[in-house]
Every structure is written in C-alpha cells, then in structure tokens.
Nanobody, 123 residues
Framework: QVQLVESGGGSVQAGGSLRLSCVVSGYTYQYMAWFRQAPGKEREWVAT????????WYADSVKGRFTISQDSAKDTLYLQMNSLKPEDSAMYYC??????????????????WGQGTQVTVSS
C-alpha cells in the first residue's frame, strides 16, 4: 500500500528554521516533491527531487533558503527550511510519482500525496 506521512511542521518566528520529513512506503518513486497551500490560495510547488539522480529544482520563492533531500535507506524525504518568512506559512504536502517524464512543478504529475503538515511563521 502506497503511503506518504509527513511530520515536522510547527510554529516558528520569522528567521527561524524547520525540517519537514515525509516517510515514503509501499513503492519506489521516480520523483518526489513538496507543495504548499495557504488558506484561500492555490496549491504552490516548492521543490522537486529526482529520486535516482538526486537532481533538485526549486521555486524562486524558496531558492537559497530551502533544501530538498532524501535518505533512501530510511525511505524519507526531507525539506530543510531556513530563514523562514511569514509568507511561508501554509500546509505542506509531500508528493511522489513513478512517472519517468514529468513537469517538475506541476501537481497533476504527482499521483501520491501525504496528508500535510502545518507550518506557521510569525513576524
């Protein structure tokens, strides 16, 4: 059974850091990603990693502050978030796909999703 379970969200002041984790079970994926959604806004792509090669892509809004990584031995996806801003506040979702060709920022290409973990950044 395919399952993605996020953890690590919480409340932090602006400038602080959080690390999100997503335990991935039940399948080996080609690509994994983080998306986020704030209340009243559309889901926004954050970052993607190619699971085999480890190549990463980032949204401009988080580039230089966030780092996506994986620990294959632990079947875990991470998102290290530094220099957090209030506008980073959202529900964060991990996603995965076994498709070999995707548009890295398009949610429609990701077939498996976690339940989300809340991140709140106060000013």
């Amino acid at each position: 059974q395919v399952q993605l379970v996020e953890s690590g969200g919480g409340s932090v002041q602006a400038g602080g850091s959080l690390r999100l984790s997503c335990v991935v079970s039940g399948y080996t994926y080609q690509y994994m990603a983080w998306f986020r959604q704030a209340p009243g806004k559309e889901r926004e792509w954050v970052a993607t990693i190619a699971a085999g090669a480890g190549i990463t892509w980032y949204a401009d809004s988080v580039k230089g502050r966030f780092t996506i990584s994986q620990d294959s031995a632990k079947d875990t996806l991470y998102l290290q978030m530094n220099s957090l801003k209030p506008e980073d506040s959202a529900m964060y979702y991990c996603a995965a796909t076994d498709r070999k060709v995707i548009v890295v920022r398009a949610a429609s290409y990701f077939d498996y999703w976690g339940q989300g973990t809340q991140v709140t950044v106060s000013s």
